[in-house]
Each structure stands twice: as C-alpha cells, then as structure tokens.
C-alpha cells in the first residue's frame, strides 16, 4: 500500500496513470531447509537474485538476464541444507572467452569445501548445465556460501577483443540446489 501520483501533475507528462512505486521482484518461499521437495533457486540477473541471496564477485545485470563472475564469486543462501538427503548443486554457465581453444575450469565449493571441478565447455550463448553432487561433510545447521572459482579469468581488453576492463571468470544464468532429480537430468 503506498500513495499514488501522477507523471501529468508534474507537467513534463502526458501520462496521467495513478502510479505507486515499481516492484522488481517478489519470491515466495518455505523457510524449510533445502531438499528434494524444496529446492532453491536463484535465477541470476533477475532482481531477486540481489535481493534473495548475498552475491559477492558478481558483476552487474546483463541484457540477457545472466551476470558474468570474476575470478571467484560466492552466493550466501538464506535457507540450510537438509542434512538428511542427497543434495546436487546445479548451475547453467558459460565460460569468457570466445576462443574455443582457450580452457577455463570452474570449482564450486560449499562453505570452504571444494565439491567438484569441471571444464567449462561452450562460448558466446552455448551455455551449458553442470552439476555437483553435495558431500555430507559440508552440510551444517546454518545457511551455506556458495562459492564458485573460475580459472584462468580472461580480460577482453587485455586480449584486443574489446573495451570491457573487467576480468571475467564466467556467465551464470541461474543456480538450483536441490534433490538428484532437479531439472529432470
């Protein structure tokens, strides 16, 4: 509930709607812990994905609803992992660097603790899925930080390719943690 104004009333606008404030982003969720049957999932670039999860090493919202990492990025759930079941951390990414030949690997890793280590596979928007079985040995009572590590980073500016300065580990489309059945794979 908020009071309403009008664009028009200012005289700058043809626009004479009742307007409130803009909501970007609403997400409903059991405070339950993490399982199969209450998955989490962040949908980066959206914007709840700020809102929802604590995001360190991530660059800002791109068009194409995704955010480019640095070197390493961590995402601070708000809810626990159940410790009773088996958990997979899922995340659609892909790597930085156009160049095919060129291979960056990314870690993720669960409170200090490296789960699984891959080769990013596909450029531009080949974005590709990748999963990580959760160990029983990180999973504790309170909210878990993801973390996720991306070598070696590639720089477009330093590589001729463009004027983007930033030092890009690579592009997350969304993250889910969840059951072994999540997204059906």
Do not use: H
């Not at 960056?104 to 490296?114: C, D, K, P, R, Y």
């Amino acid at each position: 509930s908020t009071s309403t104004f009008s664009p028009n009333d200012f005289g700058n606008s043809e626009d004479k709607r009742q307007l409130g404030f803009m909501l970007a982003c609403v997400k409903l969720q059991s405070m339950r812990p993490v399982t199969s049957s209450n998955p989490y999932r962040l949908d980066l670039g959206t914007g709840c994905d700020e809102v929802d999860s604590g995001l360190t090493g991530f660059f800002g919202k791109e068009p194409g609803f995704y955010r480019w990492i640095g070197e390493r990025a961590e995402i601070r759930l708000p809810l626990p992992l159940a410790q009773d079941q088996p958990l997979v951390v899922s995340l659609r990414a892909v790597k930085s660097c156009p160049d095919k030949s060129f291979r960056q690997f990314l870690s993720v890793g669960i409170n200090g603790v490296e789960i699984g280590k891959t080769e990013l596979i596909g450029i531009g928007t080949e974005f590709k899925e990748y999963r990580f079985d959760v160990p029983r040995k990180t999973v504790t009572e309170s909210a878990p930080v993801l973390q996720l590590d991306v070598t070696p980073a590639w720089n477009p500016k330093s590589a001729g390719v463009s004027e983007d300065w930033r030092t890009l580990g690579c592009a997350v489309d969304w993250i889910e943690v969840g059951g072994k059945d999540i997204r059906n794979k």
